[in-house]
């Protein structure tokens, strides 16, 4: 489990980076809505993984080759916005659990099941 001073560095840079990925005017990056999921930094804040979730993605990977080209510049931008001993390199990974639970909400609302009042109106 983080410390309290880790995890505020994981939400400040999770800010940070939700910002400035709207931004980007890569159009491999630009695919659809970006949303900052979850910020992981090591201990030692050499590293940060940063987990995104895109709604509309359309090719995943040119979406990967044009995250790790903006890499720099969101490393850059994040250490002019914050006053840390060492700015931590960034990992991406995707998130795919918002799609995931889209996808369960419309199974859900697609079946067919009669509410408690439906059925005693048939039954009389």
Known sequence: MPSNKLARTNDDIQ??????????????????????????TTGDLRFAKVWLS???LENEKEFKRGLKSAA????RELANSMNLRY???LV???DHSIEYGAHISELIQS????QDGE????AE
Not at 111 to 114: R, T
Not at 119 to 122: F, I, P
Request: net charge negative; glycine share 6%.
């Open 72 to 75: 720099g510049w969101l490393r």
């Open 15 to 40: 800010r940070v980076l939700s910002a400035r990925l709207r931004e980007i005017k890569d159009p491999r990056v630009q695919q659809g809505m970006i949303s900052v999921t979850r910020v992981e």
């Open 54 to 56: 895109v709604m509309g």
């Open 111 to 114: 079946l067919d099941i009669q």
């Open 87 to 89: 700015t931590p390199e």
């Open 92 to 94: 991406f990974e995707l």
């Open 119 to 122: 059925e005693s109106h048939e």
